[in-house]
């Protein structure tokens, strides 16, 4: 690693901060990786440096904050999908139903789902 100064450490880290938004906000979550390895890098180099001034650390915090809601979000969206796909394949197994005694009874589908095939 090159001789940075803290400042250079903290604009880099700013930018990563800004592509990381614009790539959640994309919903491209596969460019977070190498984002992430470069924002490990500089807070190690930065937490090495230890003569940072708070101030210049709150603009970069409050990024890091709306990001993390971001990224809570799209992993929120994700979970739901996933919930959904199970549900959807528990409903392609069979239908659970009630009788008026409250007794449950599942109703099998036919087979698998086949795909016809027109001209």
Wanted: overall charge negative; charged content about 35%.
């Amino acid at each position: 690693m090159t001789d940075r100064t803290p400042q250079d450490m903290i604009e880099q880290l700013d930018d990563l901060l800004d592509q990381e938004r614009i790539a959640l906000l994309a919903g491209d979550l596969h460019e977070l990786e190498p984002l992430l390895a470069q924002k490990e890098e500089i807070i190690t180099a930065l937490n090495m440096a230890g003569d940072l001034e708070r101030e210049t650390l709150e603009s970069v915090q409050s990024k890091v904050t709306r990001n993390q809601a971001l990224l809570d979000s799209a992993m929120e969206g994700i979970r739901a999908v996933a919930a959904r796909m199970a549900e959807l394949r528990r409903v392609r197994k069979g239908l659970d139903v009630y009788d008026q005694a409250g007794r449950k009874t599942r109703f099998a589908t036919r087979g698998a789902p086949t795909l016809e095939k027109r001209a």
